[in-house]
């Protein structure tokens, strides 16, 4: 079955601490992943996405992911965080024909000052 | 607008009515989804559209949900006798689709929030 996890569901940090948000995915097909942010009061963005190459992904903000293909995993990371990272993080899972995206449950962060 | 814009931005109703759920895509764009995100939970796939078709209709819950795109533009998800379990955020998206798969990424709307009273 195709799904994805994320295993912490709220995160807390203080400012200048360094991120990492879990994700781990099923899927057998090819593998395409992406991470998206919802700010709070926005819409969904694209923080970053992974389709194939290099399995560091940079994106957006500071933010990088890795894809370790034998974990079936794709963490996002941030070396030093803000408050201005306050938001809800997604992992999704591109499936379908490429049409279909599968998210997992989100991990909300809080940053504080 | 440069962006996917939906409307109503929230939508009350009772138990039993019908409602509709208006996505706009971005202009130029073939391709757009409809997702359904719950309380706590990640988005939902409901369905694709390719142009005017529905090429992917399998994440729709049951036959009172329904959706159309007649002019391959602005979509309509139509939603018979509302349940309170349909309470959520509806998500519209939409990307160009071409040959190369980096066409694909899904541009996300600010979502309609439906409660079921």
């Known amino acids: 079955a195709q799904s994805v996890s994320q295993h912490n569901h709220h995160v807390i940090l203080s400012e200048a601490a360094s991120l990492e948000l879990g994700c781990n995915y099923s899927?057998?097909?090819?593998?395409?992943l992406f991470w998206y942010v919802q700010y709070p009061g926005q819409h969904l963005q694209l923080l970053l996405k992974?389709?194939?190459?290099?399995?560091l992904v940079k994106g957006i903000k500071g933010f990088e992911a890795e894809f370790i293909k034998s974990k079936f995993s794709f963490n996002l990371r941030k070396p030093s965080v803000q408050w201005s990272d306050t938001a809800e993080y997604f992992c999704?899972?591109?499936?379908?024909?490429?049409?279909?995206?599968?998210f997992g449950a989100g991990t909300r962060l809080a940053v504080h000052p | 607008g440069a962006g996917v814009s939906q409307t109503p931005s929230n939508k009350v109703t009772e138990k039993g009515k019908y409602v509709e759920l208006r996505c706009d895509p971005i202009?130029?764009?073939?391709?757009l989804y409809w997702y359904r995100q719950s309380l706590g939970q990640g988005p939902e796939f409901l369905i694709y559209?390719?142009?005017?078709?529905?090429?992917?209709d399998s994440g729709l819950p049951n036959d009172r949900f329904f959706a159309v795109r007649p002019e391959g533009s602005v979509s309509t998800l139509k939603i018979q006798r509302t349940e309170r379990g349909d309470s959520a955020v509806y998500l519209c998206?939409?990307?160009?689709?071409?040959?190369?798969?980096?066409?694909?990424?899904?541009?996300f709307g600010p979502g309609t929030r439906l409660t079921v009273l």
């Open positions: 559209f390719q142009g005017t078709g529905a090429a992917d």
């Open positions: 202009s130029g764009h073939t391709a």
């Open positions: 999704a899972l591109l499936t379908g024909g490429y049409n279909k995206l599968i």
């Open positions: 998206a939409s990307s160009s689709y071409g040959e190369v798969i980096s066409y694909n990424e899904q541009f």
């Open positions: 899927y057998g097909g090819t593998v395409n």
């Open positions: 992974y389709f194939s190459g290099d399995p």
